[in-house]
């Protein structure tokens, strides 16, 4: 027992300096991707609710095939498909594309969700004092909405983050390759997962901390 | 242009078939394991309580990519030999377990306490208070998420396919690989993944609406 522990702390400790490097490459990625989908699923907003059905009807066609269908597929989409048009971006660049792309059509669901759940009364309400949509909207309806959305928007920065891994499988050097790569070129065995899991669960309980921490303190200011 | 697809569907749908028996087992299998775990976390064993809380919280903060390489390399280094598809439905199901027991666990902590107590009051056991009081009142709300649930697991089948389990995405790869036809060939797949989750979602989204009680 002594002995199988004092192997695995030898392994581990010889792959340390990889298995940082290929955390910050996945932070780097969730980092870059983050954004991204957050204004993109902005972006998306105005054209799916829009009343016009030739406007938000294919909008609704884009964001149920997103959502409908695995990022992994998407992914070797982009990454192989952009080539055959005669675009070569990097690895990188694919990755965070599809992860952008993904959870951005989430998140424009999400956010729908948001400013429909606030009562069509507070609508009413507001423009029956003489304010327009416009500022209905920027000054009843997002104040509430932005309350509800801070729990599901906490959420799905966590499932992006988690969702990087899935850059490995174009080749991406981020932590889940390190570790294959270490598996199947050096002696190392399965722990290295287990080591690769705990930095994956430390990335994502950070996140979830952190999106609470701002809903506590968007909450005490109404 | 769409000859490619059509040459090459009956490959695709064969890997479709073992998408889709891979997700029937996966989502039934996570499920019941999911339900029994997430019933004991509300039970009276404080151990118990303990163990399933910190194996919700630790799958659910970590990607399932690496829990299916987990079980990839962790049977045969705990000496088991099984194929690919053992290994990464094994951990699937583990993985999609913890997500059913959390919105298991928090749909019967949303009945409110008073329907239990009144239960006990009645002289009602436990067991009876679970099945007759609970557990229905519970259904109600969790059916929606479960599906949502159901969904994210048909989907990240597809991610067997980086661990070499033979599947409709690794067909697909391989037909690419064969005849550079990666817009026809991962398009046609799309559309595949779309008609197996669309209904689904669908499903879920009917649902809640059913849920939602106006204002």
């Known amino acids: ?222 | 242009m769409i000859n490619v697809l059509v040459t090459n569907l009956p490959y695709l749908l064969r890997g479709a078939l073992v998408t889709l028996w891979l997700a029937l087992a996966v989502v039934s299998l996570g499920t019941l394991l999911g339900t029994g775990l997430g019933i004991l976390a509300t039970g009276g064993s404080r151990v118990l309580r303990a163990v399933v809380t910190v194996y919700i919280f630790a799958l659910r903060g970590i990607p399932v990519l690496v829990v299916m390489f987990l079980g990839y390399y962790a049977f045969p280094a705990l000496g088991v030999r099984v194929n690919a598809y053992v290994a990464v439905g094994v951990a699937q199901i583990v993985y999609v377990g913890a997500f059913t027991a959390e919105i298991v666990r928090s749909a019967i902590l949303s009945v409110h306490p008073g329907q239990a107590a009144a239960a006990r009051s009645l002289g009602m056991r436990r067991g009876a208070i679970l099945r007759a009081v609970l557990l229905p009142q519970a259904r109600r709300i969790a059916v929606a998420p479960l599906l949502n649930n159901a969904l994210t697991a048909v989907k990240q089948t597809s991610y067997a396919s980086v661990v070499g389990a033979w599947e409709l995405t690794y067909a697909a790869r391989e037909i690419v690989e064969r005849t550079l036809a990666s817009f026809q060939i991962f398009l046609g797949v799309m559309a595949i993944y779309f008609i197996i989750c669309y209904p689904l979602s669908l499903l879920a989204r009917w649902y809640e609406k059913r849920l939602v009680v106006p204002h």
């Open chain 1, 1 to 222: 027992m002594t002995d199988y522990l004092a192997q695995t702390a030898v392994l581990l400790a010889a792959l340390w300096p990889k298995l940082v490097a290929g955390f910050l490459i996945t932070v780097e990625i969730a980092t870059a991707a983050a954004p991204l989908a957050l204004v993109f699923g902005l972006v998306l907003l105005a054209p799916r609710m829009d009343r016009r059905v030739f406007i938000s009807g294919p909008t609704v066609a884009f964001v149920e095939l997103m959502r409908n269908t695995p990022l992994l597929v998407q992914i070797y989409l982009i990454y192989f498909g952009l080539p055959v048009l005669g675009f070569f971006p990097s690895e990188f660049a694919c990755g965070v594309a599809g992860i952008a792309l993904q959870h951005g059509a989430f998140l424009v669901e999400t956010y729908r969700g948001a400013i429909e759940s606030v009562s069509v009364r507070q609508w009413d309400a507001a423009r029956a004092i003489g304010m327009s949509r416009l500022a209905a909207l920027r000054h009843v309806i997002l104040p509430q909405a932005a309350m509800k959305i801070l729990g599901p928007l906490g959420n799905q920065l966590i499932v992006l983050a988690k969702d990087t891994s899935l850059v490995s499988a174009i080749g991406v050097m981020e932590l889940t390759m390190t570790g294959k790569l270490a598996i199947e070129r050096s002696a190392a065995s399965a722990e290295v997962f287990v080591a690769i899991a705990l930095f994956y669960l430390a990335l994502t309980t950070v996140i979830g901390g952190v999106m609470r921490a701002l809903e506590y303190r968007v909450a005490g200011r109404f």
